[in-house]
């Protein structure tokens, strides 16, 4: 063997075991990698301030309801946030002197979007979407927050005019942190065009966090 061809074999060999120490090192740290240089970025923002009207069975037949939805989005789909979910972390209600107050606090997840075809945490690298509340028509039209699990001390259903702060969190195994505060403004009416609804209920986004 000559030189140059001992060389040309040494030269290949030592690529050989780069190659194979370099996918030995992406096999075990890729992932880990890959989360500390480009995280899930999350983003939340509501679908609709209109909502979204359907019908749901009630003991007195089909009742009109009305539901509002939290899109979840990652702009790193690539990197997802694994088993996450959106939750309810804070409530806030006007005092006495009109200023906002916390009456309650703690962290239980809302329900996804058709909750019952899915489980409790998804992987968020696709769209996903929550359910916020909704407003119930009848005879005394009414608001339900919507978490999956709802503590003693945690009040999810109100009739009448109201207004209300949401704190909502995505929740991940990378610990994500993106917050949303939702403000809710109700006269408790209702009514069934959607631009007339929208006189009587209000959400929006108050701000970000994350």
Not at 61 to 87: F, I, M, Q
Not at 141 to 165: A, D, F, H
Request: charge should be neutral.
């Amino acid at each position: 063997m000559t030189d140059a061809q001992f060389l040309w074999h040494i030269s290949v060999n030592i690529l050989v075991a780069i190659g194979t120490l370099g996918s030995v090192i992406v096999a075990l740290f890729g992932q880990w990698l890959r989360l500390k240089l480009w995280p899930p970025k999350i983003r939340m923002s509501l679908v609709s301030a209109l909502g979204e009207k359907t019908l749901e069975n009630s003991p007195d037949g089909k009742l009109e309801v009305r539901y509002y939805h939290l899109h979840v989005e990652n702009d790193r789909p690539w990197s997802p946030a694994t088993s996450a979910c959106v939750e309810f972390v804070r409530l806030e209600e006007p005092g006495p002197d009109e200023t906002y107050q916390v009456t309650w606090f703690g962290r239980v997840p809302i329900r996804r979007r058709h909750q019952e075809m899915y489980q409790l945490t998804t992987d968020i690298g696709s769209p996903v979407d929550y359910d916020v509340c909704r407003v119930s028509s009848g005879r005394s039209p009414t608001l339900k927050l919507m978490p999956i699990i709802v503590p003693n001390n945690l009040k999810i259903q109100y009739v009448g005019s109201r207004r209300l702060r949401l704190f909502l969190q995505v929740n991940s195994l990378q610990n994500v942190q993106t917050a949303l505060l939702v403000e809710i403004a109700w006269d408790g009416q209702w009514d069934d065009g959607d631009a007339e609804m929208a006189k009587h209920f209000k959400i929006k986004v108050l701000r970000h966090a994350g």
